[in-house]
């Protein structure tokens, strides 16, 4: 759906931000609960690690509430449209539901798109400023 080289393929086919290649998660499946969201530490086709810093994936907190809110709004509308003498507890058991539902989703997801809002495609092979990093650092 999406072509290769661009964010929305690497979220929607959770493949490798660097090469668009390699799994991202342990598990594809967000619903397996005992690795629901896990990463890899390194990409198994490119090699380039996915965990830059400790920590880095806290910020998909920030992903995560964003698309909670896109979830709650949509819910809210398709209730209104769908069923439009819907009591107020038709809207806040259908909300809540859907959230708990599609929690485990939104998880998943909020740990691509932060991976994708500061890794930039860059093909299996280093690039020529990876390789010169590379030799700066094993110069000391
Ligand atoms: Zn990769």
Redo the contacts with the bound molecule.
Sequence with gaps: MFSKGTKLFSIAHSK?P??H??EFFVDPNPYNFLKAGDLLER?P??D?RYTPEPGFYYGGMYVSYALGVALFVSIYVAILVLYPSATMWTYVIGVVVGLVIFAPVIYKYSKIIWANLFFAYKG?ERTPKELAEQAARAKG
């Design positions: 490798c660097h090469c290649e390699g990409c086709v490119c380039r299996v």
